[in-house]
């Protein structure tokens, strides 16, 4: 039975792992993940795993154990490829997958990922997937001015301690019909620049500008207003 799969970079610095969701059992470091409702580990807790299953780097006779093993260097990421993660714990393993099997998960797994997200208010994400859903989620946090970041293309995280996969994202969200191509369309044909106001309401620059001071205007970035903000004061 596969209980997930471990992604590896080709330079063996970076980590994750993805857990199969909907089974009736896992093993427990999994289980503990599963139950919640997060089936994607982030290099942390990958690693956590990862160092339960492998011979640690202080064992005395490491350098015989590299040099057994091919190895140059000590990696834990290469360590567990080698060791295919066998443990005298239980019977799970690693066992590479095939191309057409890769192919099928990579792909699904891309339709998953967050292209893009917005955030609402203290409480709430509007998260873009790249298979064209959109979802509401609720992070039940109260956060100001603290920028949301990516990280490794399958989190949203900020302040690096509050973390948030792509599949609890995915599956914790609440469908919305409001897609990314929406969200484009909108500010593609309701944004003004500064040109554009002077032309919709036949004014000079510097008029635009103590619009802008008077705040009768709402400037949006850079010098850009709503369409529909500008219009109502003509």
Request: charged residues 25%.
């Amino acid at each position: 039975m596969t209980y997930g799969y471990l992604y590896i970079s080709n330079d063996y610095n970076n980590c994750y792992i993805d857990i199969v969701d909907g089974l009736n059992e896992y093993p427990v470091f999994f289980h503990m993940f599963a139950q919640k409702g997060i089936y994607t580990l982030n290099e942390y807790w990958t690693k956590r795993w990862i160092n339960e299953r492998i011979i640690p780097y202080e064992r005395q006779n490491i350098n015989d154990i590299l040099k057994n093993s091919n190895m140059k260097f000590y990696n834990d990421l290469l360590m567990i490829i080698k060791s295919k993660a066998k443990s005298s714990m239980d019977d799970n393993y690693l066992e590479e997958i095939k191309n057409v099997e890769k192919e099928i998960y990579i792909k699904k797994r891309k339709e998953l990922l967050i292209s893009d997200f917005i955030q609402i208010d203290d409480n709430n994400l509007i998260v873009f997937f790249n298979n064209g859903e959109s979802k509401l989620f609720n992070y039940n946090e109260k956060i100001n001015d603290i920028p949301f970041l990516y990280k490794f293309h399958n989190e949203i995280i900020f302040n690096q301690r509050i973390r948030f996969n792509y599949l609890e994202l995915y599956y914790k969200g609440k469908s919305i019909p409001f897609s990314y191509n929406n969200l484009i369309n909108y500010l593609n044909n309701n944004l003004l620049n500064a040109r554009e106001v002077m032309d919709e309401l036949s004014i000079s620059k510097q008029s635009v500008y103590n619009l802008n001071k008077k705040e009768d205007i709402v400037v949006i970035k850079n010098n850009n207003y709503l369409k529909n903000n500008v219009t109502k004061i003509k």
